[in-house]
């Protein structure tokens, strides 16, 4: 190990030093979701824009996640950007075993057959282009074929092992 001035003790790579770098990284939290023969989805920090020609957005999906299955075989996903106002959502997307899509999830099925929840800030339905190995998950590369920004309000975000807001 080495020390830099100013700087703690640097330490090896491993599943805990990454986990713990992006603790201090604020990201925008996204809820992902597909349709087959039921509705699946999961929260997601890691969405990125990739390109605004052709229009590709990327997410990355674990593959030992219960929606995986799904989004592998999925020809378009639903991306969903949630508010400030949607810890509840962003939670019940993340927990395992939860009924993402019970009576406390307003959603639709939206084009292309593709859940689209209710009182996000924007929403995409993109058709899925890659699915990239990395690690134990999956880099999905898709691009946006119709969506709304217009929901109203200021984004949630993910920093610190918690849903937060963003402050003035």
Do not use: K
């Amino acid at each position: 190990m080495t020390a830099s001035p100013g700087l703690g003790t640097s330490r090896t790579a491993s599943p805990e030093l990454l986990r713990s770098v992006f603790r201090q990284h604020a990201a925008g939290v996204a809820v992902i979701t597909a349709a087959g023969d039921r509705p699946v989805g999961f929260t997601a920090t890691s969405l990125n824009s990739v390109a605004a020609e052709p229009p590709l957005i990327s997410f990355g999906v674990g593959t030992s996640s219960s929606s995986w299955p799904v989004v592998a075989e999925a020809e378009h996903v639903g991306i969903h950007i949630l508010g400030e106002h949607q810890q509840e959502l962003a939670a019940t997307f993340a927990r395992s075993g939860a009924d993402r899509f019970g009576p406390s999830t307003c959603w639709r099925s939206g084009p292309e057959g593709v859940p689209v929840l209710d009182g996000v800030l924007a929403w995409l339905v993109c058709r899925v282009v890659a699915r990239i190995p990395a690690g134990d998950h999956r880099i999905v590369i898709a691009e946006a074929v119709v969506g709304d920004p217009a929901g109203g309000g200021r984004p949630l975000l993910y920093h610190q092992g918690r849903f937060t807001a963003l402050r003035d």
